[in-house]
């Protein structure tokens, strides 16, 4: 019973289409993240949403949109698919903001979805 | 603009001895840090963090130092086990601000 999920583990696809990863977690946290990790291998935050109300927007085109039907599912759905756009994604989940004393604030990842753009 | 930076990508250290990462930060107005580890085709993993007004926080084996005036903080592991082998990656955040910013990882390796 994985904590955080991530559909699909790998994704390929032609510029220009939209496609979505699905995230899901059973841990009943209140927050959810999705992260990029670029081809240097570093991750940047692209969205948070917190009590299904998104409160980060690092400053990620608007071809990426999260949607989040409730708190235990954040959705990334991206349009018109660039060839930059390839990288592996991660949906992370913690009970509060990563800076919440008390140990609430530990992130718990998804697995990853590799997506290449072709 | 990196302003988390780790500047070892690389690290080898023997079954048993000290394992030392390190992490530089270039916004002194971040007052939160965190270490996580990652195996291959897996998320990272929270390990071990520090709020700006510690100076180090130990658990089990795991030590973060954080040294503010050099805006540099470290991972010690101790004693290092082959099942640590991972990349470790550093993340810093200003409390309010909801960001967080990851270094580009180190890869530990450690050799029985």
């Known amino acids: 019973d994985t904590a955080v999920s991530q559909t699909p583990k790998y994704l390929v696809t032609q510029m220009g289409n939209d496609k979505s990863i699905k995230c899901e977690q059973n841990l009943g946290h209140d927050t959810m993240y999705w992260y990029k990790q670029d081809s240097k291998k570093f991750l940047k935050i692209m969205f948070s949403?917190?009590?299904?109300?998104?409160?980060i927007n690092e400053t990620v085109p608007n071809r990426f949109s999260p949607k989040s039907p409730d708190k235990a599912h954040l959705n990334l759905h991206i349009n018109s698919l660039e060839l930059g756009d390839s990288a592996v994604y991660f949906c992370?989940?913690?009970?509060?903001?990563?800076?919440?004393?008390?140990?609430?604030?530990?992130?718990?990842f998804g697995p990853g979805t590799r997506l290449l753009v072709l | 603009d990196q302003q988390v930076k780790q500047n070892s990508p690389s690290l080898s250290v023997q079954e048993g001895r000290i394992s030392i990462l390190n992490c530089d930060y270039t916004?002194?107005?971040?007052?939160?840090f965190l270490w996580y580890k990652k195996y291959p085709a897996e998320g990272p993993t929270f390990l071990i963090s520090?709020?700006?007004?510690?100076d180090k926080n130990e658990d089990g084996r795991f030590t973060v130092f954080l040294n503010k005036s050099a805006k540099h903080l470290s991972l010690h592991i101790v004693p290092s086990q082959p099942g640590d082998s991972a990349v470790y990656f550093c993340a810093a955040t200003i409390s309010g601000n909801n960001d967080m910013r990851f270094g580009a990882g180190t890869r530990l390796t450690v050799k029985p």
């Open positions: 520090i709020s700006s007004i510690k």
């Open positions: 992370a989940s913690s009970q509060d903001l990563p800076w919440t004393s008390g140990g609430q604030e530990t992130q718990y």
């Open positions: 949403y917190n009590n299904k109300e998104l409160i």
């Open positions: 916004n002194s107005m971040f007052d939160y």
